[in-house]
């Protein structure tokens, strides 16, 4: 059975249509990212999939469960971690997890022995009792990460987890994405930063304009393309060819190279395949 199953999603905001008709699964355990530009229409999915807002048409499940048809029982299964941090700055870290455990009705018992766990599974234990103001910008969002978990939900929603974030609060927040996908949840993770997706995700969605284009593993995706890529350089800007291994790229930058012009040989990445399938930049 899969963990998530969303047939045909429409969401129009009067003349708005910011989906389309999407549809996509999602098996148990596994990282599907969501990679799409500006405006896509990624939130929209993840506030419609957590129940925010209501969809125009369509149906969606989680494991057996109708999410519109039974959203409090649906809501039990999935965690939500927002694109803006909504934690309370001027209540301690446990006191936020102490609330969004009374939300979920938990007891105060659960949420002690719960929150203890999770503060020290983010590295957050220390700070337990401190204000949240107190935090750095990568603490408040493990902070937010961890407040998803507490209810233990099958299915985590990350929409743009770690963006505004330096390099090395990105990756540190990728490894533990990572860990909380080992321990079993499903998690579906909205970017823009191909790299982020590349990492992490065992399948990519490219979304754009409302509409999945393509669906697949990120080195499937890069396989269709090829194995190397040749930049060119051109008065008219850049140009990239594709090929299936470093002797046809070679060949083909040597056949150019009398000529004045920037040649780049390098692999096919993730963003190559994006660009080549929504043929716009994210
Ligand atoms: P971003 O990367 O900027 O978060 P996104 O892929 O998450 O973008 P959405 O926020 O889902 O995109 O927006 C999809 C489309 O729906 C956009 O055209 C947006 O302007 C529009 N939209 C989203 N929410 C509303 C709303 N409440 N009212 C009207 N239009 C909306």
């Known amino acids: 059975m899969d963990a998530v199953r969303v047939e045909n999603l429409v969401k129009e905001y009067g003349p708005i249509k910011a989906l389309r008709g999407i549809s996509f699964r999602i098996a ?5 990212a969501f990679l799409g530009p500006n405006g896509a229409g990624k939130t929209t999915t993840i506030r419609i999939l957590s129940g925010l807002t209501r969809p125009t048409a369509g149906r969606a499940f989680f494991f057996d469960v109708d999410v519109f048809g039974e959203p409090v029982k649906a809501k039990r299964l999935a ?29 105060q018992r659960e949420i002690r022995r719960r929150a203890e766990e999770l503060l020290t599974f983010a590295d957050l234990l220390p700070r337990k009792n401190h204000k949240v103001r107190t935090l750095s910008g990568g603490m408040r969002r493990r902070l937010l990460i961890i407040r998803a978990l507490l209810h233990q939900p099958k299915i985590l929603f990350l929409d743009e987890p770690t ?3 330096d390099p090395h609060i990105r990756r540190r927040l990728w490894g533990l994405i990572k860990r909380i ?9 909205t970017t823009h930063y191909i790299e982020e997706a ?12 409302g509409q999945i284009v393509i669906e697949d593993t990120p080195k499937a995706l890069i396989a269709r393309l090829g194995e190397f890529a040749v930049d060119v350089v051109k008065e008219e800007g850049l140009e990239t060819k594709y090929f299936r291994n470093r002797e046809e790229a070679e060949k083909f930058a040597l056949e150019l190279s ?10 096919v990445n993730l963003e190559d395949a994006f660009v080549y399938f929504t043929g716009r930049k994210v």
Do not use: K
């Not at 148990?28 to 599907?32: A, E, H, M, N």
């Not at 990519?204 to 304009?209: G, L």
């Open 163 to 165: 963006v505004g974030l």
């Open 28 to 32: 148990p355990q596994i990282l599907f």
């Open 198 to 209: 590349e990492f992490l995700a065992d399948r990519v969605a490219f979304i754009d304009r």
């Open 258 to 267: 009398g000529q004045s012009q920037t040649i780049t040989i390098r692999r």
């Open 79 to 107: 965690g939500l971690v927002p694109q803006t941090i909504n934690l309370d700055l001027e209540l301690t870290l446990y006191e936020n997890l102490l609330i969004h455990g009374l939300l979920f009705g938990l007891s």
């Open 181 to 189: 996908q080992q321990r079993g949840t499903t998690i579906f993770l």
